[in-house]
């Protein structure tokens, strides 16, 4: 019994393995890059728009906090269907890896805007205010002072976000994006392939454990 469980198993991957690994990367690489980018420029956003001592619109803070608030409320199963037209119209189809990455972009940003906003806004107001009592400039201020003061949470929510989007990517595979959470199901659940099924969940824990602890190690080096 096992061993007829095993040669089905190294069958499927060896037919399977390789391509739901590739897509998988695709949804997780697009993805990442583009909620760091966006999610960077939104969280520094929400905090300098809220933030007196720097350029403080209380009208734009709120109103990028409430679209993200917005977002955040959304199922992530959900989100998906809601921006079917969003994301045919930007790649041209519904379905695949790159499809699958326009929604997986738009949750893994607004989540990781949210997460530095309050990285940034745990830094000691007071090393803010004896940056600005010596007559820095802002821009200086943020570079030098604000975000080598917030850099040890930055880096902790970027590693949660992309733990986080191994989940979401794995949840894009049951509805059309591929990737390993697509061979769990068509193969684990679907045809009761028990072996697929445990071999998916090991992998997905290796790629957890490892993104956490090179975060943790990341995240320690620039820790003072």
């Given at each position: 019994m096992f061993n007829e469980i095993l040669d089905s198993t190294l069958t499927i991957l060896k037919?399977?393995?390789?391509?739901?690994?590739?897509?998988?990367?695709?949804?997780?690489?697009?993805?990442f890059v583009l909620s760091l980018i966006f999610g960077s420029v939104l969280g520094f956003l929400l905090y300098?728009?809220?933030?007196?001592?720097?350029?403080?619109?209380?009208?734009?803070?709120?109103?990028?906090?409430?679209?993200?608030n917005f977002i955040r409320s959304i199922p992530f199963i959900i989100l998906v269907v809601f921006t079917l037209?969003?994301?045919?119209?930007?790649?041209?189809?519904?379905?695949?890896?790159?499809?699958?990455s326009v929604p997986l972009s738009i949750t893994a940003t607004v989540f990781l805007a949210r997460l530095i906003e309050i990285s940034l806004k745990e830094v000691d107001p007071g090393v803010?205010?004896?940056?600005?009592?010596?007559?820095?400039?802002?821009?200086?201020?943020?570079?030098?002072?604000l975000l080598v003061e917030a850099a040890p949470g930055i880096v902790r929510g970027?590693?949660?976000?992309?733990?986080?989007?191994?989940?979401?990517?794995?949840?894009?595979?049951?509805?059309?994006?591929?990737?390993?959470?697509?061979?769990?199901?068509?193969?684990?659940?679907?045809?009761?392939?028990?072996?697929?099924?445990?071999?998916?969940?090991?992998?997905?824990?290796?790629?957890?454990?490892?993104?956490?602890?090179i975060g943790d190690l990341v995240a320690k080096k620039l820790s003072h």
């Open positions: 037919n399977e393995l390789w391509k739901a690994i590739y897509e998988t990367a695709i949804m997780l690489g697009i993805s300098l728009t809220s933030n007196k001592a720097f350029f403080q619109k209380p009208v734009l803070n709120k109103a990028v906090a409430g679209v993200i037209p969003l994301t045919f119209y930007i790649v041209g189809t519904k379905i695949g890896p790159v499809a699958a803010i205010e004896a940056a600005l009592s010596t007559g820095a400039r802002n821009s200086l201020i943020i570079r030098k002072v970027i590693t949660v976000t992309f733990i986080s989007l191994i989940g979401f990517s794995a949840m894009a595979g049951m509805v059309g994006g591929g990737g390993i959470g697509n061979l769990a199901v068509q193969y684990g659940y679907y045809r009761y392939e028990t072996g697929i099924m445990i071999f998916t969940i090991i992998v997905l824990v290796l790629i957890v454990q490892t993104a956490q602890y």
